[in-house]
């Protein structure tokens, strides 16, 4: 099935507002019964257990998490956002996600003093922003 037919983007708009419908009852269920749900638990057995790390990237319109192997470094973990990132990749700017918390923002969290540049290595669940080189196009003869 083609990904962009207007049937499945109502598709996709039907499941989305299902989802939401489903959260909310949870979330409703839990606080009448005064009861908390059991999912961010069982996500974090499922990455400990499958070996799985985390890491955020952020835009101006989105923050996304990216699932990576345990001990990934961060040229590969670049890859999973975009095989270029990987070829070309200088160096990863990190920050702690508790720091962004605490500073709010992340011009705060320069201001710190927080905000580090990495070579390789970075930690679970850390902000990353990759710096990297474009690699040159091939060139048509």
């Given at each position: ?62 923050v ?44 705060a ?22 710096k ?10």
């Amino acid at each position: 099935m083609n990904m962009h037919t207007p049937a499945d983007n109502k598709h996709f708009v039907v499941n989305q507002v299902l989802l939401w419908l489903l959260i909310c009852t949870q979330q409703k269920h839990c606080t009448e019964h005064k009861t908390q749900s059991a999912l961010s638990r069982i996500i974090k057995a499922g990455y400990a257990a499958l070996l799985l790390e985390y890491f955020f990237t952020t835009g101006p319109d989105e923050v996304r998490a990216w699932t990576v192997r345990k001990g990934t470094k961060a040229p590969q973990a670049a890859e999973k956002i975009h095989t270029d990132f990987e070829k070309g990749f200088i160096m990863a700017e990190v920050m702690k996600f508790q720091d962004f918390k605490e500073e709010g923002s992340e011009n705060a969290v320069k201001a710190a003093g927080k905000y580090r540049q990495r070579g390789r290595n970075y930690e679970d669940g850390d902000i990353i922003f990759f710096k990297f080189n474009t690699p040159n196009a091939q060139k048509k003869k």
